[in-house]
């Protein structure tokens, strides 16, 4: 399910990462019948615990699944 996070991108480029990260728990709130959300940009990263909050459900970040794939490839951990 696509969610966008309104005028969370804009706050952040102004450096209003508080509210980045509120808009993207806001965003959040309309995905509680999901079993897990996504983050699908590095930058919303930040935000994971704010909209894990929000919607009750486990948040996968971009960031993360990347460091676990790159590790699972090394052999690493």
Same mark, same amino acid.
């Given at each position: 399910? @696509? ?9 952040? $480029?102004?450096? $209003?990462?508080?509210?980045?990260? #509120?808009?993207? !728990?806001?965003? !959040?709130? #309309?995905?509680?019948?999901? $079993?897990?959300?996504? +983050?699908?940009?590095?930058? +919303?990263? #930040?935000?994971?615990? +704010? *909209? ?5 459900? @486990?948040?996968?970040?971009? @960031?993360?699944? !990347? *460091?676990?794939?790159? #590790?699972?490839? +090394?052999?690493?951990?």
């Amino acid at each position: 399910v @696509p969610c966008l996070a309104e005028g969370a991108l804009a706050a952040l $480029d102004r450096g $209003d990462m508080d509210e980045h990260d #509120r808009l993207a !728990a806001v965003a !959040a709130e #309309r995905l509680k019948d999901c $079993d897990v959300v996504a +983050l699908g940009q590095f930058s +919303l990263a #930040r935000a994971a615990e +704010l *909209v894990g909050r929000a919607c009750g459900k @486990p948040v996968l970040t971009t @960031p993360d699944s !990347a *460091v676990r794939k790159l #590790r699972r490839q +090394l052999g690493v951990g």
